[in-house]
């Protein structure tokens, strides 16, 4: 066993136990930044070494253990060699070790005789600490319902130096398929404020992207152009709708009002369906529009900052390969909030604030920007260029600077209110909202001075079928 001080070991028992043991442990490790030294089994013991006499070992040495009481947590107890009770046992024998019981819904203490296994010493310290109640992900939050009690629990645990370098560098990892119902229209014309907000996007990028295009356009003529993930058509019409290389354009989007703005708006040049990108049918509708619109192939694809909402990115991406031409060409803009800087930022308002977009339903996966490549290469592509990585402040005036302050800030402005709206009970949600609201002044002030400079983490590939 290697020797490590642990300083909490966490007890659980099936599957069930298992999944939120192993939330708690990513979460606490990621929160303190691995200054807190956490057991939980399978990702503690060696290959190799005896499970059972590790964990009895540890769990005799820790401060603190925590219990994942699912249902029937101690019905086995009295079983021979159940290492659950051997666990608690081997606890119990060392008095400076306490206890926090962590509560899933299916278990109740009022239908538990402890005294079957333990005295009643032995039971008052396993229910000295009032029990938290876990009911889903959203209501439970490591940082604000375990780490304060981590504090005063844990020995020479360093609470504040913890908490305060290790949340600010948690990156909240996430994948999830987008689409209309799960999203609310958070991205559609419906929300005007996002409608505003996007307005400034575009104009800002469009600066960033169109050194690329005029790259891949050269030379090109009677192109056939898709673009997965358009929206309302404005980002796509401002880059290609005008141009002469282009022959045909078809844009697929989930939202359907977007889609009817986006038709009723460029129908002349364009055509826009409603399409879920993900679905099983995905691959014959696009071949039955491809018919109607007397496309043999395309021959340039348009993925614009929609890669990090699909649940299954390489799926899409061999999909759109069996779409295209040989040589064709995909565009792929996506965001990873490794690359993000601020500088100065003495006081982490700027780190911690971008460390909220990955918690906002809205956002999707924030880090996959650096997956592109690996994407790419695996679906089969050629001649992948990594053409730009950040969008920076330092050549913008005091009006670009204002608008790119809009469109990073005034988002996850939108994105930490609608977390506080959908999760009420999400203590940390509302803390997020809370503070965002505090220091958002502060944060524009900072931002606009002359002095800031800020990266951003887009980044741009092309590649070729």
Known sequence: ????????????????????????????????????????APRCVPHGDNFKEACLDIAGKVQLVILILSKGFFNKCGEPDDIVYGELKSALANPETKFLPIIMPAFDFK???LSTWFDDTETDRIKHISAIKFTDVYSFSSVDMLIPILRDKVGEFSYVDAVTDGLLHAEVKKRMHISAEGKDNFFSDANKTEKNRLKAHQELLMKFDMPVYEKCLQGKEGLCVLDLGCGNGVALMNRLGNRKEVDKIIGIEYDKAATQSANEKYGDRAKFYCMDVESETFKDDLQQIMEEN????????????????????????????????????VFIRNIDDGLNICYPDDEKKFERAFSLLAKCDTTGY????????????????????????????????????AAFFDVIFKFIRQGVNRAAENHPSDVQAIADKRWFAEVYDDLEEAFLSDEFFVLFGFILYTAEV
């Open 1 to 40: 066993m290697n020797n490590i001080d642990y300083n909490v070991f966490i007890c659980y028992r099936g599957d069930e136990g298992g999944v939120l043991a192993s939330n708690i442990y990513s979460d606490l490790c990621l929160y303190t930044n691995n200054k807190l030294k956490v057991f939980f």
């Open 111 to 113: 239908y538990v005789d």
């Open 294 to 329: 007397e496309i043999e192939k395309f021959d340039f694809v348009n993925l614009l900052a929609v890669m990090s909402h699909f649940k299954s990115p390489f799926k899409v991406l061999r999909t759109v390969k069996s779409c295209c031409r040989k040589g064709a060409t």
């Open 366 to 401: 924030r880090y996959s920007g650096r997956e592109l490549f690996t994407l790419l290469k695996r679906a089969g592509y050629k001649n992948i260029t990594l053409e730009k990585a950040g969008l920076s402040s330092v050549p913008m005036n005091y009006d670009e600077k």
